[in-house]
T-cell receptor
Framework: GDSVTQMEGPVTLSEEAFLTINCTYTATGYPSLFWYVQYPGEGLQLLLKATKADDKGSNKGFEATYRKETTSFHLEKGSVQVSDSAVYFCALSANQAGTALIFGKGTTLSVSS | GAGVSQSPRYKVAKRGQDVALRCDPISGHVSLFWYQQALGQGPEFLTYFQNEAQLDKSGLPSDRFFAERPEGSVSTLKIQRTQQEDSAVYLC??????????????FGEGSRLTVL
């Protein structure tokens, strides 16, 4: 079945460091891909998405490119801030109505000043 | 309200008790999902409603789990005869479209269930 694998955490960085969180997927067909973020004490919220190959999703300085050839959707940010400390989830959804999101296990990011 | 609201936020149950978890989705949202999130894991799909119709319940782990959305708005997830392995955070999400892929899913903060 469809699945998402993302790098184990925690990831610990200093402020202004470069961030990469790896995500690869297995799916039949051409899914949509998502990154969700969960800040401490809050619910999951959509960070960015891409719906077809070579699309780049971006938001709040974060970017991820849908790479069909490597089945990847790695999350990157050029300069992290303390406020980026959160748990990040990669997810996919088959492009069919009524299909639920399938999530990875999550990667905890901790940024110190 | 402005977002998805879940109650109770925290629930402690003795093994064998029944529990009911409530979800108030964003007004007008057609789709409603329930997820289970164990400690240190990602959310796992339980069930999906489109309006009042439960279109997919393939993720419910046993017949002790039951969900309903009788009027196409508020939903309740009921767990009968709770077991320790049911301890998890139960997340509710809603979206305007007819499925998780058609638009953004809006999540509640979750209901944390601890079964002693």
């Amino acid at each position: 079945g469809d699945s998402v694998t993302q790098m184990e955490g925690p990831v610990t960085l200093s402020e202004e460091a470069f961030l990469t969180i790896n995500c690869t997927y297995t799916a039949t067909g051409y899914p949509s891909l998502f990154w969700y973020v969960q800040y401490p004490g809050e619910g999951l919220q959509l960070l960015l998405k891409a719906t077809k190959a070579d699309d780049k999703g971006s938001n709040k300085g974060f970017e991820a490119t849908y790479r069909k050839e490597t089945t990847s959707f790695h999350l990157e940010k050029g300069s992290v801030q303390v406020s980026d400390s959160a748990v990040y989830f990669c997810a996919l959804s088959a492009n069919q109505a009524g299909t639920a999101l399938i999530f990875g296990k999550g990667t905890t990011l901790s940024v110190s000043s | 309200g402005a977002g998805v609201s879940q109650s109770p936020r925290y629930k402690v149950a003795k093994r064998g008790q029944d529990v009911a978890l409530r979800c108030d989705p964003i007004s007008g949202h057609v789709s409603l999902f329930w997820y289970q999130q164990a400690l240190g894991q990602g959310p796992e799909f339980l069930t999906y409603f489109q309006n009042e119709a439960q279109l997919d319940k393939s993720g419910l782990p046993s017949d002790r789990f039951f969900a309903e959305r009788p009027e196409g708005s508020v939903s309740t997830l009921k767990i009968q005869r709770t077991q320790q392995e049911d301890s998890a955070v139960y997340l509710c999400a809603s979206s305007q479209g007819r499925g998780g892929n058609t638009g953004e899913l809006f999540f509640g903060e979750g209901s944390r269930l601890t079964v002693l």
